[in-house]
């Protein structure tokens, strides 16, 4: 499908790379990206971003939804991650994005015979609960009856006890998205669709990219002083633009997800230990069940990654493991998809591999990041600013968490939101608090004179028409598979070619 025609902001943006010095090109839009160009124009740096696709087009919306400590990376003995993921994910919810970070209940079943104990599940509980300040309560242990109120299909064979805890989801395409936002607002210079093709050299040391727009052929000559490789799966291509001879430093695994119907409401989600030390995660999100993840070695092309039949296989055997047979069953499946996590090189199983964030910086001077977790990227960004903040000229860094742009109470924007537009249904004005939140009256406003724009852009659907003038307005959606794979749900929840016609009308 051909894009949309470009917008005079991305005009706008283009000419900035060309005819602009940056203190920092960030090359890669995902959140991590997103991240650095944000709080490094925050702290006073003209600062460029580059995406060669679009904003969180790969690993950053394919993760499980969940800002979470990492209750099984406790038995890895990640304790210092798991405090600090802690940390980060009570930052979000109530100070960066309450709109985005909602709590979820977890149970995690224990089943005779099964790969975990309740007495050893009791103590990591409470262990858990300890390195969150027990801000979420210390865990507990259900019996099996009140562990099916909670999750009606759980399976109750053999079930002997249920661990509770509490840990948080979010929409990750969406995060990014916001971030990007907020880097934009602060003044960084955002462009999609741009391809870094070399890297520029000057005395011995990276001085900026040769780009071009993928889009209209242009080339782009982008100077700044630093820049930073944060672009995931492809860290060691870009790595070798530099050093032709740069050892591979990653490995990846590739983490498969479905998305299947759920006809009667849950209260809390499963983390349904697996042998091996694997987990599944079964997780009511956005009225359906998302159910995952695979952790396999991958050693293709990230470019080529794709959702398997015995991917799927898989992913409904091991759910048998926790939830009655009719729930996750081929025949409801909405949609599916599969990310590359990235890991630090080494032996060993993928699902033992460490999670930790992976910092290099080039005798030319860029700086590579990558792996580290979704939960964690607001201070990764902060640490890898603080390694290149003496060639920036940076005298501090502010780490105390702000908020992102939208960032309320999803409740109050839905009452407002509901006194402004009596005609809009409920369940969008619902929608647009958790996705945009305060943000969803300026992006409402112009319904006021055009009324279609409360229309729903699928039957059954809450997101609106509005959505799509706001996605290519602020958010740099070209592509109808831009809004409806990672600024809506629509592709998510198998409503996107319901949804096309009108989504590709509104981008013209």
């Avoid at 858990?128 to 019996?143: H, K, N, P, T």
């Avoid at 005298?395 to 960032?407: C, H």
Wanted: charged residues 25%.
């Amino acid at each position: 499908m051909p894009p949309s025609p470009p917008s005079a902001a991305r005009d706008d943006a283009l000419e900035a790379l060309a005819g602009s010095r940056f203190d920092l090109l960030v090359i890669g839009g995902g959140i991590v990206g997103c991240a650095v160009a944000w709080l490094g124009a925050r702290a006073g740096l003209r600062v460029a971003l580059v995406e060669r696709d679009d904003l969180a087009g790969a690993t950053s919306s394919a993760s499980s939804k969940l800002i979470h400590g990492g209750l099984r990376y406790l038995q890895m003995g990640d304790i210092g991650l798991v405090r600090e993921a802690h940390a980060e994910r009570h930052a979000l919810a109530r100070a960066v994005a309450p709109h985005l970070v909602r709590p979820r209940a977890f149970l995690v079943p224990v089943y005779r015979g099964g790969p975990v104990r309740a007495t050893k599940l009791r103590a990591g509980l409470v262990l858990y609960g300890g390195l969150g300040r027990f801000e979420d309560g210390g865990g507990s242990l259900l019996r099996p009856r009140a562990a099916r109120s909670l999750v009606p299909p759980l399976r109750t064979a053999g079930l002997r006890s249920a661990g509770r805890y509490v840990d948080h989801e979010t929409n990750d395409a969406r995060m990014t998205v916001t971030v990007a936002r907020a880097a934009a607002l602060a003044g960084a210079c955002i462009a999609t669709r741009v391809e870094v093709g070399a890297l520029r050299l000057a005395g011995g040391r990276i001085a900026g990219a040769d780009c071009t727009d993928v889009l209209g052929g242009r080339t782009l000559a982008v100077s700044a002083t630093c820049v930073v490789n944060a672009t995931g799966p492809w860290v060691d291509e870009v790595r070798r633009m530099a050093d032709p001879a740069a050892p591979r430093s990653l490995r990846f695994a590739k983490g498969a997800h479905l998305i299947v119907r759920l006809d009667e409401p849950w209260q809390a989600a499963l983390t349904t230990p697996l042998e091996g030390g694997r987990v599944q995660f079964a997780n009511p999100w956005e009225g359906a069940l998302l159910v995952g993840t695979t952790d396999e070695p991958y050693e293709g092309d990230p470019r080529a990654l794709e959702v398997t039949a015995a991917d799927i296989e898989q992913i409904v055997r091991e759910s048998r493991a926790s939830i009655e047979p009719g729930v996750v069953e081929h025949d409801r499946i909405l949609s599916s998809f599969a990310g590359v996590r990235v890991l630090p090189q080494g032996d060993g199983e993928t699902p033992s591999a460490r999670r930790e964030t992976v910092y290099e910086r080039g005798a030319e001077g860029m700086l590579s990041i990558a792996g580290g977790k979704f939960t964690t990227f607001r201070r990764i960004a902060l640490d890898a600013l603080e390694r290149i903040r003496g060639d920036l000229g940076l005298r501090e860094l502010e780490r105390a968490p702000v908020p992102l742009p939208g960032a309320a109470d999803p409740d109050a924007v839905v009452a407002r939101l509901l006194r402004d537009h009596p005609a809009l249904a409920v369940a969008s004005a619902r929608h647009l608090a958790r996705f945009h939140g305060s943000d969803a009256l300026e992006l409402l406003a112009p319904a006021r004179e055009d009324a279609a724009l409360l229309e729903a852009l699928a039957p059954g659907a809450p997101e609106v028409a509005a959505e799509v003038r706001w996605a290519r307005e602020r958010e740099w959606a070209i592509t109808a598979d831009d809004v409806l794979a990672r600024r809506t749900t629509l592709a998510s929840l198998g409503r996107a070619e319901d949804a096309r016609a009108r989504v590709q009308e509104l981008l013209r």
